[in-house]
């Protein structure tokens, strides 16, 4: 079967996360230990639309392994959820020689991977490279450890400000509809509470939670908030109703926003990154397609993308017992 991979595709698509670089340093390089051709797509499934490609070889990817973002760019291709926009891609892969593809993402990114691989019989491998972390078959994706510790870092200097004037901080950080970034944050940061979008606990338990706190002797708290949580209409809704019904906090509100993308991949991502770019080149030598690679238990595995692709995202219960405990 290695004799049929002649020249490797990669590209990123979706938000962009710390790491990817790294990830696609590793594929490159892997091409290049294997004497395979590699080429880069720009902009994701755009570039692969309009033909933007760009050959890599092992001094192309030089000094990329500590950059964060993706020097590849990375773009949301709505032609390429149509079967024309499909057409165009596979016609230029088919005149530039390239015979197989990785692609590096989340779940959209695997959605137009498994449509495409399954449309022309396209050896397709993916990566998980999202700070949500919400990709089955992978215990981390790459870049989710980094925006975990951007996020505590940037709670820490809040909680400075939080226990100096006596004020509650609501901070919001991303996650969609997956709380891992908001929990593991939380418990790290030693936030107060924890909103995420996996546990609806509801106004009234916040306001006695934070009447506890209060109680206790507390006079400052952090809580965290899943941008996806449904307790308010926004944080800003949530920030209100506290002010209204909880007197002797001062409330204040801050959203993380796109911060949390940025920065230099952290050892842990661009450890992930390197693993899994050289085993997708690796998975498609031994003619797997379709696939993502991840790492489970400290062991890589292969996930269709079928099952890759979340479903209800699964949070884990005993960091929420933990939490609970940690935040009397």
């Known amino acids: 079967m290695i004799d049929q991979i002649k020249k490797v595709g990669v590209l990123t698509s979706g938000g962009d996360a710390p790491g990817m670089n790294a990830a696609i340093r590793a594929v490159v390089r892997c091409c290049a230990y294997h004497n395979i051709e590699c080429v880069g797509i720009y902009r994701g499934y755009e570039g692969l639309i309009d033909g933007d490609f760009i050959p890599l070889g092992a001094r192309s990817v030089k000094n990329m392994i500590n950059r964060g973002g993706t020097f590849l760019k990375s773009a949301r291709s709505k032609e390429f959820k149509t079967k024309e926009g499909r057409a165009k891609a596979y016609k230029n892969l088919k005149k530039a020689g390239v015979d197989s593809m ?108 934070l009447r506890r706190s209060k109680q206790s002797g507390k006079s400052s708290s952090i809580i965290v908030v899943s941008e996806g949580d449904q307790i308010g209409k926004n944080i800003f809704n949530v920030a209100k109703y506290i002010e209204n019904n909880l007197k002797g906090y001062e409330v204040r509100v801050t959203v993380l926003g796109h911060i949390q993308r940025g920065g230099s991949p952290s050892g842990r991502d661009r450890i992930l990154a390197s693993r899994l770019g050289v085993n997708a080149v690796d998975a498609l030598l031994r003619g797997e397609k379709n696939v993502m690679v991840g790492q489970k238990l400290n062991k890589v595995v292969t996930v269709p993308f079928s099952e890759s692709i979340k479903g209800e995202n699964e949070i884990d219960m005993e960091l929420i017992r933990i939490a609970k405990i940690t935040s009397i």
């Open 102 to 209: 990785i692609v590096i993402g989340g779940d959209g990114t695997f959605r137009g991977a498994l449509e495409f691989g399954k449309e022309y019989q396209f050896p397709i491998v993916g990566i998980p490279g999202t700070i949500d972390n919400d990709i089955n078959g992978t215990d981390y994706t790459i870049g989710y450890d980094t925006a975990l510790n951007t996020v505590i870092e940037a709670i820490d200097k809040i909680r400075d400000t939080a226990h100096s004037h006596n004020r509650l901080f609501l901070v919001e950080v991303m996650g969609r509809d997956a709380g891992d970034i908001a929990l593991s944050a939380g418990v790290g940061a030693g936030a107060e509470a924890i909103l995420i979008p996996e546990q609806n606990i509801g106004r009234e338990h916040l306001m006695e939670s």
